[in-house]
């Protein structure tokens, strides 16, 4: 018996699920064969996704609401698209509607041809679209420290009393442990602070 399949993904486990479960159940009746991660699409090392291939036979048909779904790599997505083929899994993604569409026996290859014209665009354009948004990134982070903004976390300040206990603590009058007391510094940001202030002072 061939069983439609569908599989959804989102990046994080804070993002919801829901929309593309409501695209796909119309389309797959039985939830029980709809697979999910929460997972990055990064690698095809996922739960769902690999449970989802094991449970796959030759004549079913997966569904997808897009095709970025399945990963964020053209080559790791095409990769897994000629698996699906190769095993006679057939992919229909919801968002690409010539992939739903239904040939007659013998013209399979019609819809192939057409189906890999515009996988091919797709994954292209999305994959040029995390490039445009690693460059923005990188371009807003450039303005932001040519502006002199802090990024990242933000620096500890040495407190007013530092340089007389620092003296107490190399003159041996007190302890680093009742150094960190007087400050309230952990013991790895308190070593840290002694690194760069002996540093800037010039005394390394």
Not at 36 to 48: F, H, L, V
Not at 84 to 107: C, H, N, S, Y
Not at 190 to 201: G, H, I
Request: aromatic share 10%; net charge positive; with cysteine.
């Amino acid at each position: 018996m061939c069983i439609s399949f569908g599989y959804v993904r989102v990046s994080t486990k804070e993002q919801n699920l829901d929309r593309q479960f409501e695209a796909l159940k119309q389309y797959v009746s039985d939830e029980k064969y709809i697979y999910s991660d929460k997972a990055s699409g990064k690698d095809m090392e996922r739960d769902g996704f690999q449970n989802m291939l094991k449970a796959m036979r030759s004549g079913d048909t997966l569904y997808i609401k897009s095709i970025d779904r399945l990963g964020r790599n053209k080559d790791m997505i095409k990769q897994y698209l000629e698996l699906f083929k190769k095993e006679g899994i057939r992919v229909k993604i919801i968002d690409l509607p010539t992939t739903m569409q239904d040939v007659p026996a013998g013209q399979e290859w019609v819809i192939d041809m057409i189906n890999n014209i515009i996988i091919e665009v797709y994954t292209s354009m999305a994959e040029q679209e995390r490039n445009n948004i690693k460059q923005r990134q990188s371009e807003g982070i450039a303005v932001a420290k040519a502006k002199g903004k802090h990024l990242g976390r933000p620096s500890i300040q040495i407190p007013n009393e530092w340089d007389r206990l620092y003296k107490g603590w190399k003159a041996g009058s007190i302890t680093a442990v009742q150094f960190m007391r007087e400050i309230g510094m952990k013991k790895g940001t308190f070593y840290k602070k002694v690194k760069e202030y002996e540093a800037e002072k010039g005394l390394a």
